[in-house]
């Protein structure tokens, strides 16, 4: 029997609606299961970072004076203020561009911390300046000749690290960033561990030492882990990259200063004010209320991530964040506005007594800063972030001259007060901008949407993709009959998925309303006429046509059927199901039926469970992926993309194949022989493929228990490694043992793990400007098995005459899909790749060659 490698596209699983009665408080927690883990993400990296910054100051307070505790902490709010306005936004914007640049991220990145390091350590030496000459406090604050030198550095070097960061994320090496912060709190605390048990009295110098090591040393380990990933192009700068960019990220970096200037800058002038030992009760005191208020800072910041894409959901998160603030963070800050000597107490009875008022009272500003953040992510998401950022720009003013003005008079406790009563002053101005969404009617889904159904993990993994399924000739088949059957499901079944619409930005199924379906349909299917056709045009056609909200899309005419698929609806199996009952439907003028399927939410976990979890030795191999060899650097030439197929098909060729395997190769599949011939007829035809190894699509249903169906994605694609590529038995027994470890399994938890935590886009990025000056085929095999489900279609030629396309809509500048069925006894060949990349003619040449003699090519290789 055939190996069944499914096709080119992997999938999710089935989303079909909630079954009646499952409303309530579950559902509603699961619809915003995306606001939970993105903001819970965010605080697990905060609370690492400041649970060791607890520590570090804690270990500080015990082992040094006062003024050195003072004057290092004055250095670090200077070096985290002058540091955030150096980035000047390119932070945001590398978060915006690297996506989608190909080749020199690297040397835009490196150009970004140039500028921002040289930028930080201009206003680092604007701020020693004024410090020196204009302010006694901050100049008794910096120290000596050598820890002045230092703090400059410092500056510089947070500028970049800050920078760096950002650009991670927009690499999405989001742990990466983790990892090297989580390395900079752990050194910087061990340094001064070592410190505390040397026989010296600590410095200001001392301490900014251990914190600007703890940058250095992260920073070492985090380009060691880099080189080791092979993720680290050229980081030769480039000027000429910023050219065009930044602008559109002024007004977002203008609301980020201005929101962050209080904070950063409070410390500054508490010393500026009053002294650095008043400075070190006030850093302490403010540092248990920023951990206090990082639970509105990243739920606000997770909502307005969430909320940009879908701004219908924005009354729905708003509401969802404020109970999560309100109702688990407000009652933490009355515990400790109450318990603030005893907490204030743990670094020392002096901070207890000079700042255990202040943290009352600063405990007591919680509201505040949720109304203030919250009113931040809402003006974002509705587009009046200019206005945001003024205000905010006023509002940090005001808390710093209320902030010199209470300290003036001489106590901590009145620069703390005053500060809190101007916060207030802005809760009061904000907040009518964050309940209007909060009371605001309920929006409607949308003129004649009934109701919706969130998309399952599995099909938010592949909401980006499709898949198109061309077939033909057909007698009886038309598109007015097509739309009939389809508004005849659509009676049946009002929240099936293929007479659903599709938001992808809210990754829902909308679920309309019969006048509005039956509109809807007139533009799903087109009519091409009843004319000759070519389905290769057809099928190329499909493939130009932007992603919309259509899950099913057809053309028909001339008896053929082109119908592509979003891949959130479903694989090769499911999308067969549905194409064979529409042509069935439409040939006898009949309303399609497809049975509701049963809904098996945990078909992946126990799948895995039982490949794995019982078997602890199985689990060092099903957790050991091999992966695409790293591209080394090469000459790049603009490029654009032209997504194009090319087909092919022979009556004939699996019976050469069977004669030639029995006697050269027993076992091996004529899948396996069909992707060795394809890859050697490139390698003879000097396309000069990549022999290292390729994408190997696989249908993960084998590891299902029985009885258990699966009507929507479920397959994954492993990159494997054969020894040869031009050599089925090679091809054959690594598929086969990769297959026989069950390891897809766990690559496919892993997928929806990080989708939980990341979220999923609804499009793909968009292709690059630039590709591989001399490419080589990178190659992806997809064996779809066979397909005579389909034989009882109403064909309108026999087995050798008819057209059987399977064709992916997405691939890689360099990348060739090649795509395989059997249908009726004849072998159907699509592939799918870029002819601005190869010459469409040497490709279909290739397909011939498969189809004409496949043993000749490979025995060429022996």
Same mark, same amino acid.
Request: glycine share 10%; with cysteine.
């Given at each position: 029997?055939?190996?069944?490698?499914?096709?080119?596209?992997?999938?999710?699983?089935?989303?079909?609606?909630?079954?009646?009665?499952?409303?309530?408080?579950?559902?509603?927690?699961?619809?915003?299961?995306?606001?939970?883990?993105?903001?819970?993400?965010?605080?697990?990296?905060?609370?690492?970072?400041?649970?060791?910054?607890?520590?570090?100051?804690?270990?500080?307070?015990?082992?040094?004076?006062?003024?050195?505790?003072?004057?290092?902490?004055?250095?670090?709010?200077?070096?985290?203020?002058?540091?955030?306005?150096?980035?000047?936004?390119?932070?945001?914007?590398?978060?915006?561009?690297?996506?989608?640049?190909?080749?020199?991220?690297?040397?835009?990145?490196?150009?970004?911390?140039?500028?921002?390091?040289?930028?930080?350590?201009?206003?680092?030496?604007?701020?020693?300046?004024?410090?020196?000459?204009?302010?006694?406090?901050?100049?008794?604050?910096?120290?000596?000749?050598?820890?002045?030198?230092?703090?400059?550095?410092?500056?510089?070097?947070?500028?970049?690290?800050?920078?760096?960061?950002?650009?991670?994320?927009?690499?999405?090496?989001?742990?990466?960033?983790?990892?090297?912060?989580?390395?900079?709190?752990?050194?910087?605390?061990?340094?001064?561990?070592?410190?505390?048990?040397?026989?010296?009295?600590?410095?200001?110098?001392?301490?900014?030492?251990?914190?600007?090591?703890?940058?250095?040393?992260?920073?070492?380990?985090?380009?060691?882990?880099?080189?080791?990933?092979?993720?680290?192009?050229?980081?030769?700068?480039?000027?000429?990259?910023?050219?065009?960019?930044?602008?559109?990220?002024?007004?977002?970096?203008?609301?980020?200063?201005?929101?962050?200037?209080?904070?950063?800058?409070?410390?500054?002038?508490?010393?500026?004010?009053?002294?650095?030992?008043?400075?070190?009760?006030?850093?302490?005191?403010?540092?248990?209320?920023?951990?206090?208020?990082?639970?509105?800072?990243?739920?606000?910041?997770?909502?307005?991530?969430?909320?940009?894409?879908?701004?219908?959901?924005?009354?729905?998160?708003?509401?969802?964040?404020?109970?999560?603030?309100?109702?688990?963070?407000?009652?933490?800050?009355?515990?400790?506005?109450?318990?603030?000597?005893?907490?204030?107490?743990?670094?020392?009875?002096?901070?207890?007594?000079?700042?255990?008022?202040?943290?009352?009272?600063?405990?007591?500003?919680?509201?505040?800063?949720?109304?203030?953040?919250?009113?931040?992510?809402?003006?974002?998401?509705?587009?009046?972030?200019?206005?945001?950022?003024?205000?905010?720009?006023?509002?940090?003013?005001?808390?710093?001259?209320?902030?010199?003005?209470?300290?003036?008079?001489?106590?901590?406790?009145?620069?703390?007060?005053?500060?809190?009563?101007?916060?207030?002053?802005?809760?009061?101005?904000?907040?009518?901008?964050?309940?209007?969404?909060?009371?605001?009617?309920?929006?409607?889904?949308?003129?004649?949407?009934?109701?919706?159904?969130?998309?399952?993990?599995?099909?938010?993994?592949?909401?980006?993709?499709?898949?198109?399924?061309?077939?033909?000739?057909?007698?009886?088949?038309?598109?007015?009959?097509?739309?009939?059957?389809?508004?005849?499901?659509?009676?049946?079944?009002?929240?099936?998925?293929?007479?659903?619409?599709?938001?992808?930005?809210?990754?829902?199924?909308?679920?309309?309303?019969?006048?509005?379906?039956?509109?809807?349909?007139?533009?799903?299917?087109?009519?091409?006429?009843?004319?000759?056709?070519?389905?290769?045009?057809?099928?190329?056609?499909?493939?130009?046509?932007?992603?919309?909200?259509?899950?099913?899309?057809?053309?028909?005419?001339?008896?053929?059927?082109?119908?592509?698929?979003?891949?959130?609806?479903?694989?090769?199996?499911?999308?067969?199901?549905?194409?064979?009952?529409?042509?069935?439907?439409?040939?006898?003028?009949?309303?399609?039926?497809?049975?509701?399927?049963?809904?098996?939410?945990?078909?992946?976990?126990?799948?895995?469970?039982?490949?794995?979890?019982?078997?602890?030795?199985?689990?060092?191999?099903?957790?050991?992926?091999?992966?695409?060899?790293?591209?080394?650097?090469?000459?790049?030439?603009?490029?654009?993309?032209?997504?194009?197929?090319?087909?092919?098909?022979?009556?004939?060729?699996?019976?050469?194949?069977?004669?030639?395997?029995?006697?050269?190769?027993?076992?091996?599949?004529?899948? %396996?022989?069909?992707?060795? !011939?394809?890859? =050697? @007829?490139? $390698?003879?035809?000097?396309?000069? &493929?990549? #022999?290292? *190894?390729?994408?190997?699509?696989?249908?993960?249903?084998?590891?299902?228990?029985?009885?258990?169906?699966?009507?929507?994605?479920?397959?994954?694609?492993?990159?494997?490694?054969?020894?040869?590529?031009?050599?089925?038995?090679?091809?054959?027994?690594?598929?086969?043992?990769?297959?026989?470890?069950?390891?897809?399994?766990?690559?496919?938890?892993?997928?929806?793990?990080?989708?939980?935590?990341?979220?999923?886009?609804?499009?793909?990025?968009?292709?690059?400007?630039?590709?591989?000056?001399?490419?080589?085929?990178?190659?992806?095999?997809?064996?779809?098995?066979?397909?005579?489900?389909? %034989?009882?279609?109403?064909? !309108?030629?026999? =087995? @050798?005459? $008819?057209?059987?396309?399977?064709? &992916?809509? #997405?691939? *890689?500048?360099?990348?060739?899909?090649?795509?395989?069925?059997?249908?009726?006894?004849?072998?159907?060949?699509?592939?799918?790749?870029?002819?601005?990349?190869?010459?469409?003619?040497?490709?279909?040449?290739?397909?011939?060659?498969?189809?004409?003699?496949?043993?000749?090519?490979?025995?060429?290789?022996?």
């Amino acid at each position: 029997m055939e190996s069944t490698v499914t096709e080119a596209v992997p999938e999710s699983l089935d989303a079909g609606p909630e079954g009646p009665g499952r409303g309530g408080l579950v559902t509603v927690l699961r619809g915003h299961l995306d606001l939970f883990l993105n903001a819970g993400s965010l605080m697990a990296t905060t609370a690492i970072t400041s649970l060791f910054g607890f520590a570090y100051w804690w270990l500080a307070a015990r082992t040094a004076p006062a003024a050195a505790v003072g004057q290092a902490s004055a250095a670090v709010s200077a070096m985290t203020l002058i540091g955030t306005i150096g980035m000047f936004g390119m932070g945001t914007m590398l978060i915006s561009d690297l996506p989608a640049l190909k080749g020199r991220k690297w040397e835009l990145i490196s150009t970004c911390l140039l500028v921002a390091g040289s930028a930080a350590t201009l206003g680092g030496l604007i701020y020693v300046g004024l410090a020196h000459f204009a302010v006694p406090g901050l100049r008794e604050a910096l120290g000596s000749t050598a820890a002045t030198v230092l703090l400059v550095f410092g500056i510089a070097l947070n500028a970049m690290t800050l920078v760096l960061d950002e650009a991670l994320v927009g690499l999405l090496q989001g742990p990466m960033q983790l990892m090297r912060n989580a390395w900079f709190s752990v050194i910087k605390l061990a340094l001064l561990g070592g410190l505390a048990v040397a026989p010296l009295t600590l410095t200001g110098g001392e301490l900014l030492l251990t914190w600007v090591a703890g940058m250095v040393l992260s920073v070492a380990v985090l380009g060691r882990a880099l080189r080791r990933k092979g993720m680290v192009d050229s980081v030769r700068p480039r000027a000429s990259l910023l050219r065009g960019r930044g602008r559109a990220t002024f007004d977002h970096n203008l609301l980020n200063l201005a929101t962050y200037l209080p904070r950063a800058a409070l410390p500054l002038v508490v010393t500026a004010v009053l002294s650095a030992e008043a400075n070190a009760s006030f850093y302490t005191a403010f540092m248990v209320l920023s951990f206090l208020a990082m639970v509105p800072g990243n739920v606000a910041l997770t909502l307005f991530a969430v909320a940009s894409g879908d701004k219908a959901a924005l009354r729905s998160k708003v509401r969802m964040g404020l109970l999560i603030c309100l109702g688990g963070g407000l009652p933490v800050s009355l515990v400790v506005a109450v318990a603030a000597g005893p907490i204030m107490s743990i670094f020392g009875s002096a901070y207890a007594d000079s700042a255990g008022t202040a943290l009352t009272i600063l405990a007591l500003t919680y509201l505040p800063f949720v109304f203030h953040h919250f009113f931040l992510a809402i003006s974002r998401v509705q587009g009046t972030v200019r206005g945001a950022g003024i205000f905010s720009v006023f509002a940090g003013v005001a808390e710093l001259v209320a902030a010199w003005y209470g300290g003036s008079r001489g106590s901590l406790t009145e620069l703390v007060t005053w500060v809190a009563l101007v916060m207030a002053a802005e809760t009061v101005l904000v907040a009518p901008t964050v309940l209007r969404v909060v009371f605001a009617k309920a929006a409607p889904e949308g003129e004649n949407i009934m109701s919706s159904t969130s998309l399952t993990l599995r099909e938010r993994a592949w909401l980006p993709l499709e898949y198109i399924r061309t077939v033909g000739p057909l007698t009886g088949v038309t598109a007015e009959r097509l739309r009939a059957a389809l508004i005849g499901l659509h009676a049946a079944d009002p929240t099936h998925r293929a007479v659903s619409r599709l938001d992808r930005s809210g990754a829902r199924w909308l679920h309309m309303d019969a006048e509005a379906f039956a509109e809807y349909v007139r533009d799903a299917v087109t009519d091409l006429g009843d004319g000759p056709a070519d389905f290769d045009a057809m099928t190329r056609q499909l493939q130009a046509e932007p992603r919309a909200h259509h899950p099913v899309r057809i053309l028909a005419g001339g008896g053929y059927v082109a119908m592509k698929v979003a891949h959130a609806y479903g694989d090769a199996g499911p999308v067969n199901t549905l194409l064979r009952e529409l042509v069935r439907a439409a040939g006898e003028e009949r309303a399609a039926v497809i049975a509701p399927s049963v809904r098996h939410r945990w078909a992946l976990p126990k799948a895995w469970w039982k490949q794995f979890g019982t078997k602890p030795g199985r689990w060092k191999q099903g957790l050991s992926f091999a992966r695409p060899p790293h591209e080394e650097p090469s000459a790049t030439r603009p490029w654009t993309a032209s997504l194009t197929v090319e087909t092919a098909r022979s009556a004939d060729v699996l019976a050469k194949m069977r004669v030639w395997r029995d006697e050269h190769a027993p076992g091996v599949t004529t899948s %396996a022989i069909t992707f060795a !011939a394809f890859t =050697a @007829a490139l $390698r003879d035809l000097g396309l000069n &493929p990549d #022999l290292t *190894g390729g994408t190997f699509l696989a249908d993960a249903r084998r590891y299902v228990d029985k009885g258990v169906s699966i009507d929507s994605n479920f397959c994954m694609g492993p990159y494997l490694m054969p020894p040869s590529l031009t050599d089925p038995q090679a091809i054959h027994t690594t598929l086969k043992a990769e297959l026989a470890t069950g390891r897809i399994l766990t690559m496919m938890l892993l997928r929806e793990g990080k989708i939980l935590v990341t979220g999923a886009p609804g499009m793909p990025d968009p292709y690059p400007g630039e590709a591989a000056a001399e490419p080589r085929p990178r190659l992806t095999f997809s064996n779809q098995g066979r397909h005579d489900v389909l %034989a009882d279609l109403p064909w !309108a030629a026999e =087995a @050798a005459g $008819r057209v059987n396309q399977s064709v &992916p809509t #997405l691939n *890689g500048p360099e990348g060739i899909t090649l795509t395989t069925s059997e249908m009726g006894g004849v072998l159907h060949l699509e592939a799918t790749f870029h002819a601005s990349t190869y010459d469409p003619a040497v490709v279909a040449r290739a397909l011939q060659l498969v189809c004409t003699d496949p043993a000749a090519l490979i025995m060429a290789t022996r």
